[in-house]
């Protein structure tokens, strides 16, 4: 199992400029999350999904899109990047909600950097 | 007042030592609280979770739990160089839907294991 895989690992967008973040995983979980932490600070939860079809907005959703066609893809649309967009975004998943023990453990991507000059 | 919270640090403990990492919440209902490494550069990974007061013990890491109090810790024992690393305190916080009910991070707290 690859488990979360995420794509690019790096990338400089100016201003203005538009992007996709994928994000796939292969455990057949059904919940998935972007998050971004900014240098020094925790991570902030962008959007969630609890399956196919099911988004929802999280604590920073502005400026940011997602949608989950399959139950292994979670991609994040950037539209009108902007400085401070400038972060690191993770892509997790888990099999279930918090609250019902192991299975609501999160597993973490790798990671995309993102500069927006 | 921040909804969870951690001494930014940086804690700098000698090789051999026990490490303790503090984190306190603001919402008296979370039940769920976590502890994630993550080292410079790479993604968070969990190392202990916990549910009820009191103590739990994985190998060297002890994670303990005061609902009362609103705080929840991190022992690392006979702690390495391998240790240093940024934890990070996750609650669930209180809520009844929503993104109330995912994890909220604090800042993390940096650790280095000197040896």
């Known amino acids: 199992n690859a488990g979360v895989t995420q794509t690019p690992k790096f990338r400089i967008l100016k201003i203005g400029q538009s992007m996709t973040l994928q994000c796939t995983q292969d455990?057949?979980?059904?919940?998935m999350y972007w998050y971004r932490q900014d240098p020094g600070m925790g991570l902030k939860l962008i959007y969630y999904?609890?399956?196919?079809?099911?988004?929802d907005k999280g604590e920073v959703p502005n400026g940011y899109n997602v949608s989950r066609s399959t139950t292994e893809d979670f991609p994040l649309r950037l539209e009108l990047a902007a400085p401070s967009q400038t972060s690191v975004y993770f892509c997790?998943?888990?099999?279930?909600?918090?609250?019902?023990?192991?299975?609501?453990?999160?597993?973490f991507g790798p990671g995309t950097r993102l500069l927006v000059l | 007042q921040k909804e969870v919270e951690q001494n930014s640090g940086p804690l700098s403990v000698p090789e051999g030592a026990i490490a303790s990492l503090n984190c306190t919440y603001s919402d008296r209902v979370s039940q769920s609280f976590f502890w994630y490494r993550q080292y410079s550069g790479k993604s968070p990974e969990l190392i202990m979770s916990?549910?009820?007061?009191g103590d739990k013990e994985d190998g060297r890491f002890t994670a303990q739990l005061n609902k009362a109090s609103q705080y929840v810790s991190l022992l690392i024992r006979d702690s390495q160089p391998s240790d240093s690393a940024t934890y990070l305190c996750?609650?669930?916080?209180?809520?009844?839907?929503?993104?109330?009910?995912?994890?909220?991070f604090g800042s993390g707290t940096q650790l280095t294991v000197l040896p």
């Open positions: 997790a998943s888990s099999r279930s909600v918090y609250g019902s023990g192991s299975r609501g453990t999160q597993y």
């Open positions: 455990m057949n979980h059904n919940y």
């Open positions: 916990i549910y009820s007061n």
């Open positions: 999904s609890v399956g196919a079809g099911i988004t």
């Open positions: 996750a609650v669930v916080l209180g809520g009844s839907s929503g993104s109330a009910r995912q994890l909220t």
